[in-house]
Each structure stands twice: as structure tokens, then as C-alpha cells.
């Protein structure tokens, strides 16, 4: 299945071109969340900042249970993989695979993001 579209059909998905902010925010081979809306229908987002400069988006909801990934701020990255803090699964950060745990065989939902000439994270199409 595709998904590279599915983060679109989110309550409160933000439109593509919005602002997230700086790269440089995030430190290299760690992540951060960002949030659209309020409540249970927020969109939560989460965006990794692989070695090299490159970043990858995910939606912040495990395949697995449909929960978030995380616990506390920011805290995604474990021994460079993403963790899942519910279940202990781990995604590879540069695909949102899952390779152990209990989403073994499904990813994380990516969501497209591009970085202008002066350092800028915004959503892609």
C-alpha cells in the first residue's frame, strides 16, 4: 500500500508549504515534534535529522497500536533508530521501517518535507 499520501486524510494535517521551522533546531541524529491543532484530533508530526544534514517526517502514531511514539518532548531517537516508547518497536530512521519489535513489517507514515536554500524545514507535496 502507498502511503505516501495517508498523513493528508489526518484531522487538522497541515497544508504543504507550511513552516516548521529551522533544521538547524534540531541536533544532528535527533528529532522533533510538531503539532497542528488541539486535543485528541491534533496532528502530530515528528521530523529526524539524519547524518549529513538530511531530514525525514513521520506521523507521530505507531503502526502497531495507533498511539504516539513517544512519552516525552522530542524523544524519538534511540541509539539512532526511532523507538516506539509504547511497545519498544524500532523504525530505521531513514525509512520509518519497522525491524524489531511489534510492528515488524510496517513503516511509519512519512510525510514530505523540503528544506529551502537558507536552512528552512517546511511541508512538502
Not at 43 to 55: D, Q, S
Not at 100 to 106: D, F, I, T, V
Amino acid at each position: 500500500m502507498d502511503d505516501s499520501g495517508l498523513w493528508r486524510t489526518r484531522p487538522n494535517a497541515p497544508l504543504p508549504g507550511t513552516l516548521l521551522g529551522p533544521l538547524a533546531e534540531i541536533p544532528a541524529g535527533g528529532a522533533k515534534e510538531y503539532r497542528f491543532g488541539r486535543g485528541r484530533s491534533a496532528f502530530a508530526m515528528f521530523v529526524v535529522r539524519l547524518a549529513g544534514g538530511e531530514a525525514r517526517a513521520y506521523l507521530n502514531l505507531c503502526p502497531h497500536f495507533s498511539l504516539p511514539l513517544n512519552h516525552a518532548p522530542d524523544q524519538f531517537i534511540r541509539d539512532g533508530h526511532i523507538l516506539c516508547m509504547q511497545h519498544f518497536a524500532l523504525f530505521r530512521a531513514d525509512t520509518g521501517a519497522c525491524f524489531a519489535g511489534a510492528g515488524e513489517g510496517r513503516s511509519l507514515i512519512p510525510v514530505p518535507v523540503s528544506l529551502s536554500d537558507d536552512g528552512l524545514l517546511a511541508i512538502g507535496r
